[in-house]
């Protein structure tokens, strides 16, 4: 049986939005007006916030096969009870759209993941007929909110990056809106967001350090956006990932100043928020080895690191 648009919505996690468009099924991650912010600062920016970042697919089935058409030749990964048994680049879909998992028919959890640095887009997913198909149950709810190191930048597989792991360790149903390049910006907050989540975690920061011409200017960001942020999710466990460890921050200083100063400021912005402060320092080796691009975004060894860590914090808290 191919999937209608109501059962895509049934078993999608992480898209604030799953529709039909010309036979194909879409998904966003943010608003149109997010998206629309990220795009009148850069147009990059505005590109990355309609990547497909955290969102799968998520159901439990007995089905002896699980199938799906993509509509455009990117990265999708597919977990079987957990466990990371398929993926497809790019190059694999050169001999066709078309791609068939088996399975033996028993039930087991399949968690299929759309790209985080491009647009994925479904034009069908097959399961067999008759076969039952149960949306995962979530213990909690959690909203990422953060730069391209949230996105999951350059981690070989999108779903090792720090937000799956981190989601999947708390059975999580989560959005990750990870836009690379992301800053502090009042503009790119809406608080129409319709996700109510029980967690959020916010990391932005990095980029921040040389987009700022002074301190000011990003202090200023950097409040407003936690003012709105901290006024839609009172009553919350709201985290504050300040800026991780990077190999240039001791190079010559950008034009706001040192990077030192910088992490400095958005600590006491978080803290001043009454948000719960994770020093992103802590997260990651001081090490370039652990960076893919030796000196910025974490490799997959790295962001595995950066989760585990993590996750040690916020369990003190939760």
């Not at 996700?195 to 920061?205: E, K, L, Q, S």
């Not at 989760?307 to 939760?318: K, P, S, V």
Request: with cysteine; aromatic share 14%; glycine share 8%.
């Amino acid at each position: 049986m191919k999937l209608s648009l109501e059962q895509m919505k049934q078993i999608t996690v992480g898209a604030l939005t799953v529709w039909e468009e010309d036979g194909v099924f879409r998904f966003a991650k943010c608003t149109p007006k997010q998206v629309e912010a990220w795009y009148n600062i850069e147009t990059v920016l505005g590109e990355r916030a309609e990547a497909t970042t955290g969102i799968r697919l998520d159901f439990h089935t007995d089905s002896h096969f699980f199938a799906f058409t993509t509509a455009n030749k990117v990265n999708y990964e597919c977990y079987v009870d957990n466990v990371l048994t398929n993926t497809f680049f790019e190059k694999d879909f050169a001999d066709g759209m078309s791609r068939r998992i088996e399975l033996d028919g028993k039930e087991h959890r399949i968690t299929f993941y759309l790209p985080s640095h491009s647009v994925g887009k479904l034009a069908s997913v097959e399961l067999e007929d008759g076969a039952s198909m149960i949306p995962h149950k979530f213990d909690c709810k959690i909203l990422f909110i953060g730069d391209s190191i949230t996105q999951g930048w350059e981690s070989t597989w999108d779903s090792l990056s720090y937000g799956y792991h981190v989601s999947r360790f708390f059975n999580a149903e989560s959005v990750v809106q990870g836009v690379g390049g992301g800053i502090f910006h009042v503009t790119t907050f809406d608080e129409a967001v319709d996700f109510d989540p029980d967690i959020v975690v916010v990391a932005y920061g990095t980029n921040d350090w040389h987009w700022y011409r002074t301190l000011e200017e990003g202090r200023d960001q950097c409040h407003g956006f936690l003012d709105l942020l901290t006024a839609k999710y009172r009553g919350k466990k709201l985290f504050g990932i300040s800026p991780i460890w990077r190999a240039d921050q001791g190079a010559d200083d950008a034009e706001m100043g040192s990077f030192r100063e910088c992490a400095d400021y958005v600590k006491e912005e978080i803290l001043g928020h009454g948000m719960i402060l994770i020093d992103g320092e802590t997260l990651t080796p001081h090490l370039p080895d652990f960076y893919s691009d030796g000196f910025l975004h974490p490799d997959t060894k790295g962001f595995g690191i950066y989760a585990l860590n993590l996750i040690m914090q916020m369990r003190e808290y939760l």
